[in-house]
């Protein structure tokens, strides 16, 4: 009975709780997005790098093939003997040195063409004559009449050039050219000389050794460019020589402007090769500064600055689709928790469910288990009170009165506690008379 009072007042035990902490789960995903874009911060700045080192080594790579080029231009320059005006030169080789005298000559022509002009019209002042000069790597530049005399100079100009004018006032010369031979063997002037339009005069242009690998050097940088073919993206390609002068150059260069960026100032200082990323109106761009030399002591300086709007556009993408894919990562882990916390609630119910039915099986299993108990102890207090009811004609009316009290007691009781049994009433001891209990049985027994 004690046995069955236990297994029916046993409350069953709270549930371990789910297997999965949404919380946790939470806590999970957010480390796990957490990684994945610290990944992909990582992967942008690696192929951000990874491109501008290749459109570095792109640039470097075109300097380096633009100052080979120039290089074995001068060499080519400095075999090159008087123009062959019959146009008698062989093929390969000596085309290329007729293609590099021809291109020479006419860009100095021009320029005589354009002092002529400037000083026709008389919008070329002193000032601007001498700053003339100086920038276009000239030694001496002279202006003589239609009659051979001497009326600008900025040197004095040998007696030979005043001669060879001379010759051209009485031969009726137009132009006339001695610039791949020295005037002598002691010096080392050479010199163009271009009637002006309308019998004015003569235009003089007068080189010394420096004055003339200036316009060596340029006209090599030149052929080297057209041959070689710029970059796409170039925005600005410069190449000056050590004085300042510019050899050749293509687009607007920062070195012409009055507002420098502070990076491009600091690479103009670094000695060697140097790069970095400047922005300038707006507009970010790659810059690159090379310096090299060439045969007969020339220093140059390459300056080259490439656009990096595709460069900034490739790598906007990329973050775009990146984010994409990182929002779609997200909605997915977000859409995994909502599902798996939903799924697991349901899951966590139907065990909560099961719990309950089992819990219910046991108490109807035990309360089976108690009716049997129940019966019989309810068949023993009927005994005694049979017995009890069969000697009421004898003369212990008084006790045998108290007993089926007693046992009646007893019957209140059983059922009390056996409709007690779901509030898991617990036994309670008292004390009682040892002597009265034997002298209660004795008396049932007693026949």
Known sequence: MKKERELSTKKPGRSRGPFLQPLALAGVCFVFVALLLTMAAMD?????????????????DFIRTVQQATGFNLQQMNNIQELDIGGTGSTGFEDQRLSLQESMVMAILQLAQRIDHETGDGTLSHEKWASLISRQGLWNLALFDDQGALTLQKRSVPNTIQNAISTMVRDHEDLKIQLFEALNKHSSSRFLALRRKNNKGFVVLVFDHKSFLFWKLRTAAEMAVDAVGMPSNTDCFLIGDGAGRTLFQSGLCLEQSNEKPSVSVALEKQEGVSSGRVVWSGRKQLMMIERFSLDEGASLIARLRLNTDSL????????????????LMVFMAVLSMWLLYRNQNRHIARIQQMERRLHQAERLSAMGRLASGVAHEIRNPLNAISMACQRLNQDNLQQLSTVIRNEIRRLNEIVEEFLGLSRGRQLKLEKGDLADLVRQVGLLMGE
């Open 44 to 60: 942008f700045r690696t192929l951000d790098k990874t491109l501008v080192e290749y459109m570095e080594k792109r640039g470097f």
């Open 312 to 327: 900034d556009r490739m790598i906007g993408k990329e973050k775009r689709w990146g984010m994409i894919a990182m929002g």
